[in-house]
């Protein structure tokens, strides 16, 4: 380090410290008293080997009986969601409120969510049978959970949905979060998704908090299930601000669906690039009409049309 850079090193830390001290809300120095995000992934990460027993080793216990496995890990995740729970309840109180039964609701939601995973598994499992019965690439259930985004995507939702209707704060959303980077689907934890939910591929898709998705729906990479307008700001919280899309719909790559008020009806399906901030029909198919392709050979631009009106169908939006 150079003599000038080292003089005023401390000049620096003293500046930024002062700044500390402005009380804002990106000023918070108690790291113990907010949810520790690398614990909540490690925790997520047992999770699903809790859903996918088996599929995933864990270094730390080498035991070979199923049920004693079993009872180390899930006591192992009991006892640290549990207290990464407190702090996610007592985290931005007032003082005065930070220990109110905040540690029994924090075991009750943590004994609750445990003994959901059985329903959470029952879901999971017809999410990887829909990705086999709709991905002619899969050639088996265990290529599938091995290696599919979609089904670690819609795993860690369909768990941190769980904590997200428990009154879990912050916690849902981390996991969440830590989805996304490593799948590239951003899904909110408060996004309602029915049974055998299928991404294929999957980079890119987003799907709003206020989303509601039934049964048999299929989603390719790019989708957006987002909000018409955020002009309102915080006054729009805990509206509907997110598409509803119902049974067997299929939507296909790059598609925008928007707006609380829209409604996708059952067994629809929406054609890849299309803009949607209007219900559509049960039943209907949708597409971009007479979309342009240009081919540049050489000196001579050609023009046509990627669809061929003849058989064509599209829905004017």
């Known amino acids: 380090m150079s003599d000038i850079i080292g003089r005023n090193i401390p000049g620096v830390i003293d500046s930024i410290l002062t700044d500390y001290e402005q009380g804002r809300s990106i000023d918070k120095l108690d790291v113990f008293s907010q949810p520790d995000r690398k614990l909540v992934t490690e925790l997520t990460l047992k999770l699903i080997r809790v859903i996918f027993p088996g ?107 769980a904590l997200h209707l428990l009154g879990v704060p912050v916690i849902p959303r981390i996991m969440s979060e830590y989805a996304h980077s490593r799948t590239g689907i951003d899904i909110h934890p408060g996004a309602e998704i029915g049974r055998h939910f299928f991404i294929d591929h999957g980079t890119g898709i987003v799907i709003g908090e206020t989303t509601v998705i039934g049964d048999h729906v299929k989603i390719y990479q790019g989708v957006t299930l987002g909000a018409l307008s955020t002009k309102g700001g915080r006054q729009l919280k805990n509206r509907k601000r997110h598409p509803t899309i119902k049974d067997n719909v299929t939507i296909y790559s790059g598609a925008s669906i928007l707006g609380g008020d829209t409604v996708i009806g059952e067994g629809a399906i929406i054609g890849g690039n299309v803009f949607i901030t209007k219900s559509v029909a049960p039943g209907t198919q949708v597409s971009v009409k007479n979309q342009e392709l240009r081919y540049d050979e050489g000196k001579n631009m050609v023009e046509k049309s990627d669809l061929d009106n003849e058989g064509a169908w599209f829905y004017v939006i």
Request: aromatic share 10%; net charge negative.
């Open 55 to 161: 599929f995933y080793k864990d270094q730390a216990y080498r035991i070979y009986n199923v049920k004693n496995n079993l009872s180390l890990v899930v006591e192992d995740i009991a006892f640290r969601l549990n207290k990464q729970i407190a702090v996610a309840l007592r985290y931005n109180l007032p003082e005065a409120e930070k220990n109110e039964g905040i540690e029994e609701r924090s075991q009750r939601i943590t004994l609750d969510f445990l003994r959901g995973i059985p329903r959470i598994r029952d879901y999971i499992e017809t999410d990887v049978q829909a990705t086999l019965d709709g991905d002619p690439a899969a050639y088996s259930e265990d290529e599938i959970i091995f290696s599919y985004p979609g089904i670690r995507a819609i795993t860690i939702h369909r768990l941190a949905h």
